[in-house]
């Protein structure tokens, strides 16, 4: 459901178009990254996740791409659905670390438009 | 496989109440964790679990207790409720952390007068 003063980036793409979302991640000695799917009035979903010692990792229909010298991490969904509106968001971490230190970001709507 | 459930789905409470949000799980899983999703902010974990009889604080512990007595389940205590409480709550679990899928359950939404 909505919030009252929530004010997310939107992405909006048709039906059928490639979807990319960025996230930028602020620790670089987090080597393991999350993108999760969050539909309206659910919890979150994981979608893919990556390890800093790739730079790339494809699912069905999604890839994560990792750029550690710039700290940019991004989601790409192939031939976006209207299934696929939600709320997308990344989460930092390092394998290493203890479990409190497992970061979310705040999120990317995607609006899909038939 | 029921998942992660959670009860209630949503609650008002006024100022001072106390009550207790239900999590339970079907997966065995080790790993347990509340989160709290506030608008324009990210999950901040509040408490979590690694087993039965382990609880450690998250990022935002204040206000919150937790208890681990079995696997499957892990109730969270508002021990006196106050606004800033007002938040959608995520229970989730995992078998191996965080650098393991977590499956999250389908949220609290606690309004507090």
């Known amino acids: 459901g909505e919030s009252v003063g929530l004010h997310l980036p939107t992405l909006s793409v048709q039906e059928g178009d490639n979807s990319i979302i960025n996230c930028a991640y602020s620790?670089?000695?987090?080597?393991?990254f999350i993108w999760y799917k969050q539909e309206s009035g659910k919890g979150p979903q994981f979608i893919i996740d990556?390890?800093?010692?790739?730079d790339k990792r494809q699912g069905q229909r999604v890839t994560v791409l990792l750029n550690k010298t710039v700290k940019h991490l991004s989601l790409q969904i192939a031939a976006t659905q209207p299934g696929d509106s939600a709320v997308y968001f990344c989460?930092?971490?390092?394998?290493?670390?203890?479990?409190?230190?497992?970061?979310f970001g705040s999120g990317t709507k995607l609006n899909v438009k038939p | 496989n029921a998942g992660v459930t959670q009860t209630p789905k949503f609650q008002v409470l006024k100022t001072g109440q106390s009550m207790t949000l239900q999590c339970a799980q079907d997966?065995?899983?080790?790993?347990m964790s509340w989160y709290r999703q506030d608008p324009g902010m990210g999950l901040r974990l509040i408490h979590y679990?690694?087993?039965?009889?382990?609880?450690d604080q998250g990022e935002v512990p204040n206000g919150y207790n937790v208890s681990r007595s079995t696997t499957e389940d892990f109730p969270l205590r508002l021990l006196s409720a106050a606004p800033s409480q007002t938040s959608v709550y995520f229970c989730?679990?995992?078998?191996?952390?965080?650098?393991?899928?977590?499956?999250f359950g389908p949220g609290t939404r606690l309004t507090v007068l």
């Open positions: 989730a679990s995992s078998s191996r952390g965080h650098t393991d899928t977590q499956y």
């Open positions: 620790n670089s000695a987090s080597d393991y």
């Open positions: 990556i390890r800093s010692n790739m």
């Open positions: 989460a930092e971490g390092a394998s290493t670390y203890n479990f409190n230190k497992f970061y």
């Open positions: 997966m065995n899983h080790e790993y």
């Open positions: 679990s690694v087993g039965a009889g382990i609880t």
